[in-house]
T-cell receptor, first 113, second 115 residues
Framework: SQQGEEDPQALSIQEGENATMNCSYK?????LQWYRQNSGRGLVHLIL???NEREKHSGRLRVTLDTSKKSSSLLITASRAADTASYFC?????????????WGLGTSLAVNP | GAVVSQHPSRVICKSGTSVKIECRSL??????MFWYRQFPKKSLMLMAT?????????EQGVEKDKFLINHASLTLSTLTVTSAHPEDSSFYIC???????????FGPGTRLTVT
């Protein structure tokens, strides 16, 4: 089954630096989503980029999508300690007749003050 | 945004007992709910998909008799881990989606520890 893969798996940076995480996927998609998970907590939806979009911004987040390479990147600019979390990409799939999300392995981001 | 709650947030139980975890959509009708399991520092593993009023669809390798899912109403789904064993210790997360909605909302997760 399709599975997104993020790299790097772990990233440690200093506050104020930019953090870039990448995600690759295997099949054709109509959108790709990024989520954030604080340690031991649920997931929060960050941003959705559609297959006909190449770049999307939301605050300090910038997401790119390259459907020819089946990859996406999430850039967090001017990082803060509060950005410390795991970040996952997810793409649509199907479980029987139900739409589901196919999850990447995640990138663990540590922003050091 | 929409809110999904889970209860309990943490539970410790003895081996051989059963544990029920509730997932509720608080401000929308969740026609579809998903149950995930997550191991430490790992991604989410989809266990099953449930539609209100029908049987859950389980992912390959997930024992339906061990992980009982009931989606009895449009705001509540329950996951019961039957005859729990230490290897069932994990973080369980539910998500919910309303009819015609693309967005999926996640609960805060339940940490299950089986001793």
């Amino acid at each position: 089954s399709q599975q997104g893969e993020e790299d790097p798996q772990a990233l440690s940076i200093q506050e104020g630096e930019n953090a870039t995480m990448n995600c690759s996927y295997k099949t054709s998609i109509n959108n790709l989503q990024w989520y954030r998970q604080n340690s031991g907590r649920g997931l929060v939806h960050l941003i959705l980029i559609r297959s006909n979009e190449r770049e999307k911004h939301s605050g300090r987040l910038r997401v790119t999508l390259d459907t020819s390479k089946k990859s996406s990147s999430l850039l967090i600019t001017a990082s803060r300690a509060a950005d410390t979390a795991s970040y996952f990409c997810a793409t649509p799939g199907f479980a029987g007749n139900n739409r589901k999300l196919i999850w990447g392995l995640g990138t663990s981001l540590a922003v050091n003050p | 945004g929409a809110v999904v709650s889970q209860h309990p947030s943490r539970v410790i139980c003895k081996s051989g007992t059963s544990v029920k975890i509730e997932c509720r959509s608080l401000d929308f009708q969740a026609t579809t709910m998903f149950w995930y399991r997550q191991f430490p520092k790992k991604s989410l593993m989809l266990m099953a998909t449930s539609n209100e009023g029908s049987k859950a669809t389980y992912e390959q390798g997930v024992e339906k008799d061990k992980f009982l899912i009931n989606h009895a109403s449009l705001t509540l789904s329950t996951l019961t881990v039957t005859s729990a064993h230490p290897e069932d210790s994990s973080f369980y997360i539910c998500s919910a989606r309303g009819a015609g909605q693309g967005a999926m909302y996640f609960g805060p997760g339940t940490r299950l520890t089986v001793t």
